[in-house]
DNA sequence: GTCTATATCCAGATAGAC
DNA sequence: GTCTATCTGGATATAGAC
């Protein structure tokens, strides 16, 4: 789930600590989760954990290189397989709203939680690297007149703020139907907003 | 900034916590304050606080509810000023663009920070009372044709989402310019999205 | 109501056997 | 590499004088 280890089989604590770690930071927050109650739900002892983690915050900060490292290569994939920004767009909310339903513990973390609280010096530019491909996109679809020239960071927040802010919604437990219901509503409005008609 | 208390010339315990928290919960994030921290930078005796106060959380709750309490009252203020839905929702979002710059711990505290991982009981309805005014506002808009009949839950996120996005980026200062620069663009590009054209 | 001094608890982290 | 037992600091919260 988390990494794909080579090593499958042998009991790989790394990977169970961050399973374990995984879901108690996004059940009960960060700070509200001791090391002794990662012990207890990982079953890894509390002398295993430190040696294979320098402290507390090395987790978290493992934890969320690793799922950055995935959303990236997830939208590279996406930017491979498909031509169109119109068509990128839509994949990208495609994946973000699959991964809300099927891993929502994996979409609090990464989008929702203060890392800069508790991780000491995430670095901005990986921080925001799944934020850079999405504006990148965008800014290319400018050149090849599919979408309006504008500012491209108006451009990448109208594109995407509607299918985020109904992600939070979701999360928050505001909208009780799978985000997925709307997916064809929120893109297509989304993209109304910034496609270039003039043509 | 914090209340609009009676006794303003009497030094305010209560207010001068409050201001003290705003500040250090929004700088360093609630966790990492601690009341030796506000008893600092308030100059106000760890007595003095815990007779005002319950606890820590409790600074935290009366925070909260206070400034959730000064947008709602901002938003109504906005609903009766103007008539239509489209300068409603250019005045909300001016109002948070405002904010965003004027009192961004404001904003900051208000939008993103992880309230449930310590206010044990935040009531959802208080928690998304502005969010729901903003709902209400763009669903009246689809009763007077002014906008799309579409999903309610859906609308209002393709309505805010952007400038949502925006002021996030702007707090994260992966955007550098004040967000106020980009008021026309990002409301006439959601509202675009919204907006029923076939009068 | 405000203060200082202090009790209590438990988190994060380490030591050292196996 | 994994474990149990333990240290230590600092956090929340209280006691009690003024």
Redesign the pocket.
Known sequence: MISNAINTR?????ETVLNSALHLFTVKG??N???????KHS????????????????IAEALYNCLVERMETSLNEINQNYDTTKQRCYQIIKLLFELTENEPEVMRFMLFSKHREFIADIAPICSTKPFMIMRDLVAAGMESNEVQIMDKMVAVSVMFGGALRLIQLRLDNVLKEPVQDKLEDVFTYSWKAIENNTE
Chains 1, 2 share one sequence.
């Open positions: 042998k009991k790989n604590i790394r960060y700070f989760t001791s090391v002794p109650d990662i012990v079953a890894c002892s509390t002398g295993s954990i430190y040696h294979h983690f320098a402290d507390k915050k090395s």
